[in-house]
């Protein structure tokens, strides 16, 4: 007997019901969807079709465990079973999330002291803004509200974390970002190096910042948030001493630091944490995506003792602390972390991470170093991208009308091979499951590499680019 799905049109279906998150809206009410997927195992998709793919970026650089872990999928059914649901309002709790907060402290980097839970990157960095509000309200210093932000940085979509997010693709027709916003430049050796070293880019950037600072008034800035790699914003890299001299000018003026560690946590840099990779010592925490590999919607908010402090004292002036979400602390969402932490533990999965990517490096150096169409090959651990320029030196983007980058990540696919045009740029990115073998980072790396080519004749063909 034939199975009813086998007569169902997914990809006509998802056309005329689904509204998609950052989509063209009409091309995709007209043409449907690139491709619908309906499997998943270890570093591999399968779409509804059974054509195999690649996933080079882990989902949304999530899916750090891999896919079809059974480990994870018996925690998930067993903690249903047991307790499906409970809040964590009003001093209500439960079993797992407070073993998940207690891992999480024990972990992260520097002196954290508490966790509070949410269910997305994007509400956790609105808890983080509030956090700081609060904080500054509770010190007796209501005028330092503003957040400071880099352009290229993403942070979310929310109205809040949308506004941080330092790309114009998430501000427009929104009204965003909302007035006590700031961004300064990325730390992006490829358009804001202009030539320099490490060190004169550096203080090129903290003048930029210093100089934010003096017109806007140090009393009125309340913390800077930051990415330790910038992922979505193009795989940023900053230059060596880069994060050291940024916390120094904000010690300086009491601004608080906090690390978006959404996709650099859990692995990603060959460290458990960005920061520590990266040298940051944050006040604040953000994490979502790989505490779960994105098995079960779950983020937090990791908090220092010192803020931690002035929350609690917040309690005389204004009652009990009035924010959480339903899904706060959700036991499931906690029992899929604790089983996701001990794959990566027993797995040695952030010792991997480091491993493989020197192997994902070397093997991007050696397909895209000398490429013609290359800009910048860049990135640390099991992040990577490549960005493409008509011109090299000095570098000259395409026109954002070619879609370079769109049409190559559209041609990998075609090729079996998952990666990611990134928004602000020609950026292609790669951040593939933690489990990857050096034979899977060859295939997709020479994916990648084919349908680059491919693209480079078509612009050559049609008079777009010259060698
Ligand atoms: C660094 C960073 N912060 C925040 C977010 C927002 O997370 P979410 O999409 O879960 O809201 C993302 C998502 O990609 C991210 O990369």
């Keep these: 007997m034939s199975t009813p799905t086998q007569k169902i049109d997914f990809a006509d279906l998802d056309r005329r019901y689904s509204f998609h998150p950052f989509t063209a809206l009409a091309q995709h009410e007209t043409h449907g969807p690139a491709v619908v997927m309906a499997g998943g195992d270890g570093v591999w998709l399968e779409d509804v079709e059974g054509k195999r793919y690649i996933d080079g970026m882990a989902g949304l650089w999530c899916v750090n465990v891999g896919y079809g872990r059974k480990e994870l999928a018996e925690a998930m059914r067993d903690q249903a079973e047991t307790l499906s649901y409970c809040h964590a309002f009003s001093s209500m709790s439960s079993d797992k999330p407070a073993l998940l907060a207690e891992r999480l402290v024990r972990n992260s980097p520097g002196p954290m002291s508490k966790v509070f839970f949410g269910n997305s990157g994007s509400d ?10 609060y904080y500054n309200n509770v010190r007796g210093k209501p005028k330092k509200k503003k957040i400071i932000s880099r352009r ?7 109205v809040v974390s949308g506004g941080l997010t330092g790309l114009p693709g998430v501000h427009a027709g929104f009204d965003l970002p909302l007035q006590f916003i700031r961004h300064v430049s990325p730390p992006h050796r490829l358009w804001e190096g202009h030539g320099l070293d490490d060190a004169a880019f550096v203080a090129k950037l903290i003048d930029e910042l210093e100089q934010l600072i003096a017109v806007e008034g140090a009393d009125t800035i309340g913390a800077m948030i930051a990415e330790p790699i910038m992922g979505a914003g193009g795989v940023i890299v900053p230059p060596d001493g880069y994060f050291e001299a940024v916390q120094a000018v904000l010690k300086k003026h009491d601004i608080l630091l906090i690390a978006d560690e959404v996709i650099c946590g859990f692995g990603r840099l060959g460290h458990w944490f960005g920061s520590e990779a990266l040298g940051l010592e944050p006040d604040l925490i953000t994490i979502a995506k790989g505490v779960t590999s994105a098995y079960f919607p779950l983020s937090g ?8 402090r002035t929350l609690v004292e917040g309690e005389k002036k204004y009652g009990p602390f009035g924010h959480g979400y339903t899904y706060s602390a959700h036991p499931i969402g906690a029992a899929t972390a604790l089983a996701n932490l001990d794959i990566i533990e027993n797995e040695g999965l952030v010792e991997a991470a480091a491993v493989r990517g020197e192997h994902l ?3 991007l150096q050696e397909a895209f170093g000398e490429h013609p169409l290359v800009g910048e090959v860049r990135g640390r651990g099991l992040i990577g991208a490549v960005e493409f320029v008509a011109r090299q030196d000095p570098p000259q983007a395409f026109d954002p009308a070619l879609k370079v980058a769109i049409r190559i990540a559209g041609k990998a696919l075609e090729n079996g091979v998952i990666t990611r045009a990134l928004p602000a740029a020609d950026t292609v990115a790669f951040s593939p499951p933690l489990t990857i073998s050096d034979d899977e980072i060859d295939s997709l790396v020479h994916g990648v590499r084919e349908a680059v080519d491919s693209v480079t004749n078509e612009l050559s063909k049609s008079g777009d680019w010259q060698a």
């Design 124 to 133: 956790a960095n609105d808890t983080q803004v509030k956090l700081v509000w």
């Design 361 to 363: 490096h070397k093997r």
């Design 152 to 158: 290229r940085g993403y942070h979310g979509v929310t």
């Design 301 to 308: 908010v990791m908090v220092s003792e010192e803020v931690w």
